[in-house]
């Protein structure tokens, strides 16, 4: 029997999709149950009270977590965030559910022992309930108790080797696509980049000194498995320069339909034969394709690495063979000013160890964000209100094509009269008398 | 909501152990806080970030931006961690009998 009647969210389980709610009861039932014979060190009931809590928040259309609250280990300013509940006798259980972050493994590539470790640790002393994994990649850990904090950190870090995520105004736990440990498509290998970079940043990540969240991604090739452009401050994303590789042979083995196209991923029903002019060469966005009934061509100076012949014939068509990545900059959710993507800041940029040319533009931009940026404000809002061309200046970096987001139709950048060989004179007074402002 | 005594002071505080009345912080209130928060001995160097605090929030009505803090005090953010192990938003502000800094998830 359920502790609390549910109407509401029962509802949410009659979909066609896996239901959290489900989740919850189950591990509601597990607790009670207890067949381990663990020693709860929270409430047994947690679960039990958070599907409660949340169908009072359904009914009232309000929430009944308080905003706000600030726990933590010694040592470090993130990785927990303190959550109470405003109705802590109705629902004890989930009076305080604290929520624990912890740093996923670069490609998120686990064993099974790890994750019964961590999930031995998490019984015992949490709700059992996890989120694998938030938005930023992170293992989340959902609901505990302050007491439990400092226990909690040493496990994990002693019993399990791992360390805890990013919080508030500091780096975010970085997160990576599995690159090229599995990928053909990464031009670089995002899971060193990640865990080095993880490592030199410590400090950032675990002592909040930034006027807000900044997060790293690093997407192997533009397919962007881990949404880089979309969901990170500082994106990386893989790339080439030299010639897409096109073996002839194998592209007519699809035309002929010995190879499936997109590796068999349309097998659900029959789409008729493979039209290699129909399916690639009039879905190219920049019309940089041609097949002339024997060969295909690619005129590769007007390629926007867009992958769509890549995966679609992915043993024919192969990235070039000079790899390294593009880094752009200032993706972030709508929060004080509408979503935004990120901005090309970095056209090419090789990947090697021990990245210092990488490790040069990030830190450049952190000092200047946490000398200019407001509180709360994003770098990608920062550089809207101070300009890209203030940008630029701060990460040494020269303004080029690359920058102007249509630079045939756009091609308007402001230079500087020291920027410009020979100068140029400009008289504003002369100017305002033969136009008017 | 709880309250604390101490030392024939009662103060008033949150659940995450924050003042809710500024007024209401004493020296008692800094004894009593400082076991909770790791620190062992109080030196001029913890005084100065509580005073600072104290000062900024008398001024603007809310806590500083740690880079600010930092840069005031001249303490580097990891010296401000030595000081203060649980951190400048928990620990110096908790001390400094400031509101709880609002949330930063």
Redo the contacts between chains.
Sequence with gaps: MAKHQTPLLDQLETGPWPSFVSDIKQEAAHRAANPDGVDYQIPVDCPSDLLGVLELSFKDKETHWK???????????GGV??R?CDQPEMFPGVA?FHTVRLAQPSGKYYTADYLRGIMDIWDLRGSGLTNMHGSTGDIVLLGTTTPQLEEIFFDVTHKMNTDLGG???NLRTPADCLGQSRCEFACYDTQDLCHTLTNDYQ?ELH???F?YKFKFKFDGCPNGCVASIARSDFSVIGTWKSDIRIDQDRVKAYVAGEFKPGGGSHAGRDWGKFDIVKEVVDRCPTGCMSYDGAKLSIDNANCTRCMHCINTMPAAVKIGEETGASILLGAKAPILDGAQMSSLLVPFVVVEKPYDEIKEVIENIWDWW?EEGK?RERVGETMKRLSFQKLLEVTNIKAMPQHVKEPRSNPYIFFKEEEVPGGFEHDEAAYRQRHMR | MATVEYKGKTFEVDEDGFLQKFEDWTLEWVDYVKDSEGIKELTPEHNKVIEFLQDYYKKNGIAPMVRILSKVTGFKLKHIYELFPSGPGKGACKMAGLPKPTGCV
Excluded: C, E, Q, T
């Design positions: 905003h706000g609250g600030i726990v933590g280990v010694f040592g470090y300013g965030i303190g109470y305080h919080s508030g105004g400090d002592r909040p000194a006027p946490m509180n």
